[in-house]
């Protein structure tokens, strides 16, 4: 009952690039860690509710004005960015051309 | 020897001002010898001791600080340990150090991770492992490993870390410093490299316990910039310092876990401690610290996969192929623990066996004041260990991960060393949430009435 993760279309999905070596170790290593994760499905959850988060914090807000303490300037936005533009980032290209 | 002194005994010189910021600087200086060895400082700050005198007045009066470097610091480089973040230098300050900032404190560095604070060992690190100060054929554990390590070889006189599962408390007990992961929602995440978003924790790693309650008093709070942050109101942890635990009821837990039968007769007679300062002790069975270990890694995984998604180096940062093997692990481990079809079966079970985590531990503090068990199920594990299994850190944390998941604080406090290899173990005291208070009275009391803490025995 060994689960098989198809890596490549993980890969794909997380846009992660990876070679076929690292594809057959990944294979490998998640076989390893979904073994340990699934003895999970031996604990009873009949009837339990599941928890996402710890605090029971619920529709958290802000009041709907500027905050300039967090702003950036154009020059500091762009500052650790390898490839700017006329003051704008260069985002790779997700449309083909034709 | 300055760098030697605990933050609280540095705090009164300087302020009687018996020694001088320059003194401090110029041992320090000598103590960073050891990191061509160690590895654990990736950036040093050059403006530091400038930066201390002009802080002199303030009431942390200029003391520098060790930061993990997943904190964003403003003009200070921070790569999270990551290759894909190497020529990262922030705009803006991480909540906790702005805060630390603003209180008098300088940065005089950031310290080696695990990349992404992925793992258990800081062997994962793109920029070379750390060594353990106390026995530099071990490692340090991790994540914050750098920032133990720092205060482990008194580089540092304290350090900030973030625990996300262990990453706090468990490389404090394998380098023999304390270590307080405090509440989840008790200090502010903003700024923080993004992990496990529902767990992430910063807090000190320190000398004393006495340091920790220090510096805690500067970092917790609720911050507007963190929505998870909480508004419960904030004690002054100090005042839990030197308090008496008579009357206390303290359940020991997870003593039947088979790994342990190497170092459970040295963890045991140090429970008597508790005892002979007139608290109750009585072992107590929790739920099995297994199955958190398959909670953690799909809570882990999947929102590993979500908050690393950002990282594509187009507004910073290098592009994907720069990820190491685990950070590749982990993303894509999560993104399919969280795809459609699989998502109930992984990421939903896991959350209801959280929750029965959760009702865990609410009946047990019905009881029990506080818990306690062993941080780590052993000693420091040698250099290369966790290159070994794909769940290394998950198996060295599961003492920790039940309450990490629940988002309880912990404190480790060193509780034996082993003069033959110079390596500890800790002892790690979990309260109920917004409790940080009670377990800094219980481990500042078995500090002071043991031997262990290497500063307080000299």
């Known amino acids: ?88 980032f260069v985002v790779p290209q997700v449309i083909s051309q034709d | 020897m300055l760098q030697t002194l605990t933050l609280a005994d540095l705090l009164g010189k300087l302020k009687r001002k018996e020694i001088s910021h320059k003194e401090l600087y110029a041992d320090l200086a000598q103590s960073y010898q050891q990191n061509d060895k160690l590895n654990i400082f ?81 062997e994962t690190s793109q920029y070379g492992r750390t060594l353990n100060p106390r026995n530099p054929e071990h490692l340090p554990g991790g994540s914050s490993g750098g920032s133990a390590a720092a205060v482990a070889a008194d580089m540092a006189i304290a350090a900030i870390g973030s625990e996300t599962a262990g990453s706090i408390r468990q490389p404090s007990a394998w380098c023999g410093t304390v ?108 739920m099995d610290p297994n199955h958190a270990i398959g909670v953690y890694t799909v809570v882990q995984r999947s929102e590993v996969s979500s908050n690393l998604a950002r990282y594509d180096g187009v507004r910073y940062g290098n592009d994907r192929s720069f990820f190491g093997d685990e950070a590749k692990r982990r993303i894509m481990l999560g993104t399919y623990t969280l795809s459609k079809g699989y998502a109930d079966k992984y990421y939903v079970l896991a959350q209801k066996v959280r929750t029965l985590f959760l009702e865990d531990f609410a009946k047990l503090f019905k009881t029990y004041d506080l818990l306690v068990s062993l941080t780590s199920p052993g000693f420091a594990k040698k250099i290369g260990a966790s290159e070994s299994s794909a769940m290394f850190g998950e198996l060295e944390d599961m003492l920790v991960e039940p309450s990490s998941i629940t988002g309880l604080p912990g404190l480790n406090v060193p509780c034996y060393h082993d003069p033959k290899t110079n390596l500890y173990l800790g002892m790690n005291i979990m309260a109920p949430m917004w409790h940080e208070s009670r377990m800094i009275s219980a481990g500042d009391a078995f500090e002071k009435h043991t031997n262990w803490n290497p500063w307080r025995a000299q």
């Open chain 1, 1 to 88: 009952m060994k689960t098989k993760v198809p890596v490549s279309h993980v890969a794909k999905l997380a846009n992660i690039p990876i070679s076929d070596q690292e594809e057959k170790n990944l294979e490998l290593a998640f076989e390893e860690t979904l073994a340990v994760v699934e003895q999970l499905q031996s604990v009873d959850v009949s009837g339990v509710e599941p928890t996402f988060q710890v605090t029971g914090l619920e529709n958290v807000m802000r009041d709907d004005v500027v905050d300039d303490r967090r702003m950036f300037t154009q020059a500091q936005a762009l500052a650790n960015a390898k490839t700017t533009h006329d003051g704008y």
């Open chain 2, 179 to 286: 270590g307080l992961k405090p509440t989840y929602g008790r200090v502010s995440r903003y700024g923080v490299v993004s992990m496990a978003s529902s767990t992430d924790s910063p807090g000190p790693i320190t000398k004393t316990v006495e340091d920790s309650a220090l510096l805690l008093n500067y970092i917790a709070g609720h911050d507007p910039y963190d929505g998870t942050s909480s508004q419960t109101p904030v004690d002054d942890y100090t005042k839990a310092l030197g308090q008496s635990i008579k009357g206390m009821k303290i359940g020991v837990i997870y003593m039947d876990i088979p790994g342990l039968a190497e170092v459970k007769h040295l963890f045991e007679p140090q429970l008597k401690v508790f005892e002979e300062l007139g608290a109750h002790v009585e072992y107590v069975q929790a």
């Open chain 2, 42 to 122: 990736l950036t040093f700050n050059p403006q530091a001791e400038t930066e201390s005198a002009e802080l002199s007045d303030k009431a942390l009066l200029g003391i520098p600080l060790a930061i993990k470097d997943n904190f964003c610091t403003t003009d200070i480089r921070t790569t999270a340990s990551s290759t894909v973040l190497d020529a990262f230098v922030p705009q803006y300050d991480s909540t906790v150090t702005r805060k630390l900032k603003e209180a008098g404190a300088v940065i005089q560095g950031k310290t080696n991770m695990d990349a992404w604070a992925h793992g258990s060992s800081t």
